[in-house]
């Protein structure tokens, strides 16, 4: 019996061995396993063995069965991984992706982004307001005296009521102080448009972001810093800028900022890229006389405004060299954008 | 403005300032440079010592010159225009040249054609002296050999003076300015304030002021002048600024007022007839100007008249036929004070700006007005002979200048936020030309920008500078504001339809008549486009009522260049006018989408075209849930919608959906079915904004079964979507529609039948339904569908 049962282990390890599919793992089980099976056939016999034997017999018989029921848990492991890598030596990673939808944001969005989030840091709001504007807020309510060129049919576009294009985002700080009272903090993002005919540098509207800071001792020392802070934030902590003295109708001191541009291959060189200073005390008395209160009485509040064009931004973040790319919306172009 | 170095260097000594540090001074005074042109350095007078052919080279000859050094040089050169023993520009080895182009080429010693050339002999346009020019520049055989060209050729700086500094519209106004800033002396006086010359009140024949746009007018008379050319210093320092020479008298006129910024003109006394009136112009009265036009004035224009006609506009230009001429004897010399608003309103008309205008629209000085013509007499008796009158006639009153200005030393530390000492801002004020008098400041009469304390105050900021001020960081807490709300909404709605495979588009507002056309996709009811008053041309003149008329645009670009498969949005403004005239402006979002769904790839070689079905996923992904779209009659798409946010009485109308008719869609070389929808942002926000609340899950299993039912052709889905929605059994959680099967050749089914096929979810929230229920309800439900669609179960 011992010998029975050592002769169906051998010959089940072997046939095991030799298995290739499931077909022939099924059969070797039966075969030794099954109903009729060898080794069930064997135990069996169990009864026919004497007594003083049953327990060795017994262990043996239990042997053999473990070893046949794990070599068959092996075979069929087996057979699965053998399985598993044939299928994953099928697959070709080479084999370009299946397309997902590309979409992608328009580089103004980007910009204006990145600018919106450093400035939101900084503790800005937005505000708006319209795109067709009175003449007040745009040009009367900023100091622009009556006969200023920027007044011409000829450089703004205008309604038949009188009412015209904003030939900037200024207007915005009108708009804001008419309705809130100090502290106001604020930008604003928009649209303006000049009477410009289109090409690589003009265009007949452009993109701005206008700031705004009204409070009571709000200094240039605040206008640096936060402008300093902003450019170092949008172009890197080495960005070398300066102040330039310069004229807004609007602002007094006023300054233009210049950044100094490295482009490949070319000589450094300073770039304008935007225009601030402190509101001028005749923008507060026009307020505060349409308000019709003492909310911006100039004796009592100091403000600091900034503008920039996004349009430029964008122009030297990305070495745009045209601004008609930007309306074109040749997704060719845009695609460049994904990030 | 040009301004020349050299000239510069009559008031104020900047001989040891390089041209790289008086950009940087004139910057930082508020003076923009806009372009410098100047001669580099290793750039000298070379005289031709001897020319030989060239051994090898047919067109090349080898020169020995004279550097300047005693030891003769050896120059190879391809020019012909030279004798033996002219004098030339030498570009010495490392002399930096302009190529052209803005590249720029270093001069440096070699071989041309094996023989040495150690150096090279310029033209006028090698050097950037004129745009042309044919062989070497031959310089005058006064000059000596080695003199730096530079000398010769001092440096010209184009400057942009902004409008509250017209007193810097001159030579000395910029040097009194860059003196004040380098702290350095004027050399000679600081302005023409001064006139010792005797003023005699004119009389009304002699000068009659009639309008009050001139409110001072000087005349001098001075006789017998002989007009010839200008000396070689004059000549030279007004072709050094660009202007060209014409005669005496003219070019001290044009010497004068770019020395001084005060305009001036001189009339042919003897083409006056009478007294000098100035007056308002006649209506319709023309008058034959020096640039040889004939203008037409209007009654709003100021000219200069004698008895009989008008002989300059005033402050503009002078006439054609009362200047002065070789055959001048005896001159009128002008010098007045014009108010700015009538010149520039009179140059805005006429399209006529000149030297003289462009100062007086900008204010010039009218204390100076004696002074000037006290200078240009002067000048005019040194260089053209004559008798002056003894004294000068003079009409109105030059004024009283700019009053003394109030300055808080401490409001000047407030606005700009740094302790700046007493003495700074003093000692800022005073180089200024600016003279303490106790609390105030005395302005000096061409600084007409200097009238209140900020006025000062920009004054210490500017000629501080930046640089020294503390940078502050404080700032102040801000709430969130509707703009910010709706900032945020839009960047949420950007990247998703950025994910789902759109491209943003930004589109000029201005559309043409004709793109009002494609405004398809918005009901403006009762409104109307907004036209501007002066469009740049017809392709621009109306303010975009939808955003879709500039996505077809955009498409149609696109596809024109190949890029047929597209999915673009754009968001912004769009504008229309009330009835009432009153312009509204909305946000709006619109989409277009066309061509196939998606890429052609191995994994899909023949994409399907996009029909309405994806346009609806995209607008379900951007919208908040309970989007319908229900058919519209008032839009002008194929399949039009409107696209709605919740049913019945809360539904809210917040856009239109379609498809743009194919007629259209053709003429934009657009092929494939283009799909476009236009939302109103507003309103798709509000619909947007519900509180989220967490709902419990599902502890129980549900059970499904699935109906497939034949319906009318023409049944909408929608029609059985919404009888599930509304159909009261509360087992029933949801109902999808998984299947659609037609058969146009009505072999399976009749042709003008459909089927639908849905998945019935039942679901009971406090126990797992027991099969029995679920026969039961569905039972009903299959009841409740026959009757209701006489639909035939398959």
Not at chain 1, 197 to 205: F, G, K, R, V, W
Not at chain 2, 648 to 654: D, F, L, Y
Request: aromatic share 6%; net charge negative; glycine share 8%.
């Amino acid at each position: 019996m011992l010998d029975q049962l050592a002769t169906i282990q051998t010959e089940a390890l072997a046939a095991l061995a030799a298995i290739t599919d499931e077909t022939s793992l099924e059969e070797a089980r039966i075969a030794f396993l099954g109903k009729k099976g060898s080794l069930t056939a064997a135990a069996a016999g169990m009864r026919d063995v004497p007594v003083d034997q049953k327990k060795e017999v017994g262990q043996k018989l239990n042997e053999v069965r473990e070893a046949i029921t794990s070599a068959l848990e092996v075979a069929a492991a087996d057979l699965i991984a053998k399985k598993d890598a044939a299928a994953f030596a099928s697959i070709d990673p080479t084999l370009p992706a299946r397309p997902l939808p590309e979409g992608g944001l328009h580089p103004l969005t980007l910009v204006l982004d990145e600018a919106v989030r450093v400035l939101r840091r900084m503790g800005f709001a937005l505000a708006e307001g319209p795109e067709i504007e009175t003449e007040w807020h745009c040009f009367d309510a900023l100091n622009t005296p009556a006969d200023h060129p920027a007044r011409n049919e000829s450089d703004t576009f205008y309604f038949e009521n009188g009412k015209l294009l904003r030939t900037h985002t200024s207007s915005v700080q009108i708009r804001t102080m008419e309705k809130e009272v100090p502290p106001v903090r604020i930008i604003a993002p928009g649209s303006a448009f000049r009477r410009d005919e289109i090409d690589a540098t003009h265009l007949s509207a452009f993109h701005q972001l206008e700031g705004l800071y009204v409070d009571q001792r709000v200094t240039l020392s605040d206008l640096k810093g936060t402008l300093e802070y902003f450019f170092r934030e949008i172009f890197g902590s080495k960005t070398e800028f300066r102040f330039r003295p310069h004229f807004f109708p609007f602002t007094e001191p006023s300054f233009e900022v210049d950044i100094k541009l490295h482009a490949a291959g070319r000589a450094a060189k300073w770039i304008e890229i935007a225009g601030c200073g402190m509101v001028d005390p005749a923008v507060f008395s026009e307020v505060g006389r349409k308000r019709g209160d003492a909310a911006y009485d100039p004796d009592r509040v100091t403000g600091f405004a900034f503008g920039m064009g996004l349009d430029r931004l964008a122009m030297i973040m990305y070495g745009i060299p045209d601004l008609r790319l930007l309306i074109e919306n040749d997704v060719r172009f845009l695609q460049q954008f994904r990030g | 403005m040009k301004v020349s170095l050299q000239w510069l260097g009559d008031h104020v000594d900047f001989s040891e300032y390089s041209i790289q540090r008086l950009d940087e001074l004139l910057t930082f005074a508020g003076i923009e440079v806009e372009g410098i042109e100047s001669l580099p350095d290793h750039l000298v007078v070379a005289q031709i010592l001897s020319s030989e052919k060239h051994p090898d080279a047919e067109k090349l000859s080898v020169c020995q010159v004279d550097d300047g050094t005693g030891k003769p040089r050896q120059i190879v050169c391809g020019a012909k225009n030279y004798q033996v023993g002219d004098k030339v520009p030498l570009a010495l080895p490392g002399c930096v040249l302009d190529g052209g182009g803005g590249k720029a080429f270093t001069i440096q010693e070699g071989k041309l054609r094996g023989v040495d050339s150690l150096g090279m002999m310029c033209s006028a346009k090698e050097l950037g002296l004129a745009a042309d020019a044919d062989g070497l520049l031959i310089l005058s055989p006064e000059l000596k050999a080695g003199t730096p060209m530079s000398e010769i050729y001092p440096a010209v700086f184009e400057l942009e003076i902004t409008p509250n500094r017209p007193d810097c519209l001159s030579h000395l106004g910029v040097a009194r300015e860059l003196a004040a800033l380098a702290k350095k002396p004027l050399k000679g006086r600081l302005h023409f304030g001064e006139s010792t010359t005797p003023v005699r009140p004119a009389g009304a024949d002699e000068v009659l002021l009639e309008s009050e746009a001139c409110p001072y007018y000087t005349a001098r008379i001075i006789r017998g002048v002989k007009v010839t050319d200008s000396p070689v210093w004059l000549r030279q320092k007004l072709e050094s600024i660009g202007l060209r020479p014409i005669n005496n008298l003219v070019d001290i006129t044009n010497y004068v007022l770019m020395e001084t910024g005060q305009p001036l003109h001189v009339f042919d006394l003897a083409k006056l007839e009478g007294g000098i009136v100035v007056r308002q112009a006649a209506a319709g009265e023309t008058f034959l100007a020096l640039d040889g036009k004939e203008y037409e004035l209007a009654p709003e224009d100021l000219v200069i008249a004698d008895a009989q006609r008008a002989v300059a506009i005033g402050g503009v230009m002078g006439g054609e036929d009362s200047g002065v001429v070789e055959t001048t004897v005896d001159v009128l010399l002008e010098a007045a004070y014009f108010n700015p608003q009538g010149v520039r309103r009179t140059g805005r008309r006429l399209g006529l700006h000149s030297d003289s205008s462009y100062r007086f629209e900008r204010g010039v000085d009218p204390l100076q007005v004696a002074g000037v013509s006290e200078f240009a007499t002067k000048l005019i008796l040194e260089l053209a002979g004559g008798t002056a009158d003894p004294e000068l006639l003079v009409a109105g009153c030059a004024g009283e200048g700019p009053k003394p200005v109030e300055l808080d030393n401490d409001y000047c530390r407030r606005i700009i936020g740094a302790e700046i000492p007493d003495t700074t801002i003093d000692g800022i004020l005073a180089s200024l030309g600016l003279e303490k008098a106790g609390l105030f400041w005395k302005i000096p009469s061409y600084r007409l920008d200097l009238a209140r304390p900020i006025d000062l105050v920009e004054e210490v900021a500017r000629v501080h500078g930046l640089e020294g001020i503390p940078a502050a960081t404080k700032a102040t807490f801000s709430p969130a504001s509707k703009a910010d709300e709706a900032y945020d909404y839009l960047r949420f709605l950007q990247d998703r339809l950025a994910s789902l495979g759109f491209h943003e588009a930004r589109n000029l507002k201005l559309i043409s008549d004709a793109q009002l056309e494609d405004d398809f996709a918005t009901s403006h009811r009762g409104m109307s486009p907004v036209r501007l008053k002066n469009p740049l041309n017809d392709e621009q003149d109306y303010l975009r009522p939808g955003i879709v008329p500039g996505l077809l645009a955009s498409a149609s670009r696109n596809v024109r260049f190949g890029n047929s498969n597209l999915r673009l949005f754009e968001a912004g403004r769009v504008f229309v006018a009330s009835m009432k005239g009153e312009e509204i402006e909305h946000e709006h979002l619109a989409l277009l989408m066309t061509g196939a769904r998606g890429l052609r790839s191995w994994t899909d070689s023949k994409p399907t075209a996009l029909d309405v079905h994806d346009l609806r996923a995209v607008l379900e992904a951007i919208c908040p849930d309970g989007l319908n779209l229900v058919p519209a009659s008032d839009g002008r798409l194929l399949s039009a919608c409107a696209v709605e946010i919740g049913t019945g009485k809360k539904a809210m109308k917040i856009g239109m959906a379609g498809i743009v008719p194919p007629s259209r869609a053709r003429e934009l070389d657009l092929g494939a079915p283009v799909l476009v929808a236009e939302l109103n942002l507003k309103k798709l926000m509000a619909a947007a904004k519900s509180e989220i609340r967490h709902a419990d899950l599902p502890k129980f299993p549900g059970s499904s079964r699935d109906v497939a039912m034949l319906v009318p052709g023409d049944l909408p889905a929608g029609d059985l979507a919404a009888f599930f929605e509304g159909y009261e059994e509360p087992l029933l959680i949801s109902a999808e529609l998984f299947d659609v099967f037609t058969d146009p050749s009505g072999a399976k089914l009749a042709s003008d039948k459909k089927s639908l096929a849905f998945s019935l979810l039942y679901r009971d929230p406090e126990k797992t339904l027991e099969s029995a229920e679920v026969e039961t309800a569905h039972g009903k439900l299959l009841d409740s569908l026959k009757r209701t669609f006489n639909v035939e179960f398959r």
